[in-house]
């Protein structure tokens, strides 16, 4: 790994190298999705060369106006695994005013997978860009594109996996470019629900944490305002409303074709009766509501997401939110940050979902038909001055896409 920095020096190095939080409206972090680069796994599970472009290129529009495929412009179809592919990204995340990248961690007892781009991160010290991890502690199983749920890999637990998991998060979070809030290494756990023994899993990692010298972390538990679980009785510090939470959504939560989804979908503006259509706005209106109605409750950290579609992955079984935009988007994020305004500057974070979900619809890096606008409007709500210089999108006939269709 890289240089790691002791308790003594985390605290006086932590605004610096997130860039003086006091100054910022909000600490913005970004969802970061590495599967951007083959793995042998899904080489098996998928066809060899499989990445996450492989279903992005794929897509097909759905219906009259279906903003698909959604393709990238200036950093174009990258690999991770390429040290320059990752720069480019920080340099963009860094002039919009987003503090830095929470990249998914997949730990499947003791098996990680999608590692490569953090262990170069960790190994070389660069880019020189704030990060912290966020634990999908999910298996993995087959269902994106809408077949049987097959199970890849299970998700198990165990105390002897809980102490080595932290083990190895203490050397991560040692690497002083991790996120901290007051000196404490953030991290996020997306399922706390799901783990067996939650106090556990988190006393491990404090008790790594302090045998390596390293403050007491920031533990983050995900969960949403229906759930209304206080993550605290589980072990973890704050809060997190993860969006967007796609069950919340009439008629999300099954597959199939019928006349009250045609119904629905029609007054959105879509002829269909099997695809799952709904309004950003309404989306994301909602989500702000529930979250603004028990923001007294107990404490929390908002998320901003930027959109949904993830036909790419589910086809015509999918999810798409209609009418999204950057200027909607800035909005969806300036309500975000008016929930935090008032706490310390260390502690004014906002989630936003997501750096680069493209095969979900969720993404800030430039495409062909925004071009730069969804990290310009980053850079307005923040008020940051030396933001990305603006690209122009341009339009992209129907039906245009890469190779890569798989059966």
Same mark, same amino acid.
């Given at each position: 790994?890289?240089?790691?920095?002791?308790?003594?020096?985390?605290?006086?190095?932590?605004?610096?190298?997130?860039?003086?939080?006091?100054?910022?409206?909000?600490?913005?972090?970004?969802?970061?999705?590495?599967?951007?680069?083959?793995?042998?796994?899904?080489?098996?599970?998928?066809?060899?060369?499989?990445?996450?472009?492989?279903?992005?290129?794929?897509?097909?529009?759905?219906?009259?106006?279906? /903003? =698909?495929?959604?393709?990238?412009? #200036?950093?174009?179809?990258?690999?991770?695994? &390429?040290? *320059? @592919?990752? %720069?480019?990204?920080?340099?963009?995340?860094?002039?919009?005013?987003?503090?830095?990248?929470?990249?998914?961690?997949?730990?499947?007892?003791?098996?990680?997978?999608?590692?490569?781009?953090?262990?170069?991160?960790?190994?070389?010290?660069?880019?020189?860009?704030?990060?912290?991890?966020?634990?999908?502690?999910?298996?993995?199983?087959?269902?994106?594109?809408?077949?049987?749920?097959?199970?890849?890999? /299970? =998700?198990?637990?165990?105390?002897? #996996?809980?102490?080595?998991?932290?083990?190895? &998060?203490? *050397? @991560?979070? %040692?690497?002083?470019?991790?996120?901290?809030?007051?000196?404490?290494?953030?991290?996020?756990?997306?399922?706390?629900?799901?783990?067996?023994?939650?106090?556990?899993?988190?006393?491990?990692?404090?008790?790594?944490?302090?045998?390596?010298?390293?403050?007491?972390?920031?533990?983050?538990?995900?969960?949403?305002?229906?759930?209304?679980?206080?993550?605290?009785?589980?072990?973890?510090?704050?809060?997190?409303?993860?969006?967007?939470?796609?069950?919340?959504?009439?008629?999300?939560?099954?597959?199939?074709?019928?006349?009250?989804?045609?119904?629905?979908?029609?007054?959105?503006?879509?002829?269909?009766?099997?695809?799952?259509?709904?309004?950003?706005?309404?989306?994301?209106?909602?989500?702000?509501?529930?979250?603004?109605?028990?923001?007294?409750?107990?404490?929390?950290?908002?998320?901003?997401?930027?959109?949904?579609?993830?036909?790419?992955?589910?086809?015509?079984?999918?999810?798409?939110?209609?009418?999204?935009?950057?200027?909607?988007?800035?909005?969806?994020?300036?309500?975000?940050?008016?929930?935090?305004?008032?706490?310390?500057?260390?502690?004014?974070?906002?989630?936003?979902?997501?750096?680069?979900?493209?095969?979900?619809?969720?993404?800030?890096?430039?495409?062909?038909?925004?071009?730069?606008?969804?990290?310009?409007?980053?850079?307005?709500?923040?008020?940051?001055?030396?933001?990305?210089?603006?690209?122009?999108?341009?339009?992209?006939?129907?039906?245009?896409?890469?190779?890569?269709?798989?059966?």
């Amino acid at each position: 790994m890289a240089e790691t920095v002791t308790t003594e020096t985390q605290a006086n190095g932590d605004e610096a190298r997130s860039g003086e939080p006091s100054d910022r409206v909000a600490r913005l972090l970004a969802f970061h999705l590495p599967q951007f680069h083959p793995i042998p796994e899904n080489d098996e599970w998928w066809g060899r060369g499989f990445t996450e472009w492989t279903n992005v290129a794929r897509a097909r529009p759905l219906y009259p106006g279906h /903003e =698909q495929p959604k393709l990238p412009s #200036d950093l174009g179809f990258y690999d991770l695994r &390429l040290p *320059e @592919a990752r %720069a480019a990204q920080a340099e963009l995340a860094r002039a919009s005013g987003i503090e830095g990248f929470c990249y998914w961690h997949y730990w499947l007892h003791g098996r990680r997978l999608l590692e490569r781009p953090v262990n170069e991160i960790l190994a070389s010290g660069e880019p020189d860009f704030p990060f912290c991890l966020g634990w999908a502690n999910h298996s993995w199983v087959r269902r994106w594109l809408g077949g049987n749920r097959e199970t890849f890999v /299970e =998700q198990r637990y165990s105390a002897e #996996d809980d102490q080595e998991h932290a083990r190895w &998060l203490a *050397e @991560a979070f %040692a690497d002083p470019r991790y996120v901290r809030v007051g000196g404490r290494p953030l991290f996020l756990v997306f399922h706390p629900q799901h783990l067996p023994d939650p106090r556990r899993t988190t006393g491990a990692i404090r008790e790594a944490c302090a045998r390596r010298g390293l403050p007491d972390p920031y533990l983050v538990g995900a969960g949403s305002p229906e759930i209304g679980m206080d993550m605290r009785s589980l072990g973890f510090d704050i809060t997190e409303f993860h969006e967007p939470h796609l069950l919340r959504l009439p008629m999300a939560s099954w597959d199939g074709s019928g006349k009250r989804r045609l119904l629905y979908n029609l007054k959105r503006g879509v002829p269909s009766a099997r695809l799952k259509v709904y309004r950003y706005r309404d989306a994301f209106e909602q989500a702000c509501a529930m979250a603004e109605a028990v923001a007294d409750d107990y404490p929390h950290l908002p998320c901003c997401f930027s959109g949904w579609d993830n036909t790419p992955r589910r086809g015509k079984d999918g999810i798409v939110m209609v009418g999204g935009s950057p200027e909607l988007f800035a909005e969806h994020l300036g309500r975000c940050i008016a929930r935090v305004a008032d706490r310390p500057a260390e502690e004014r974070i906002v989630f936003i979902n997501a750096w680069n979900e493209w095969a979900e619809g969720m993404y800030l890096e430039p495409d062909l038909r925004h071009g730069s606008a969804y990290l310009e409007a980053v850079a307005r709500v923040v008020g940051r001055p030396d933001s990305p210089r603006p690209t122009g999108g341009q339009a992209v006939p129907a039906g245009v896409a890469g190779s890569g269709e798989r059966s």
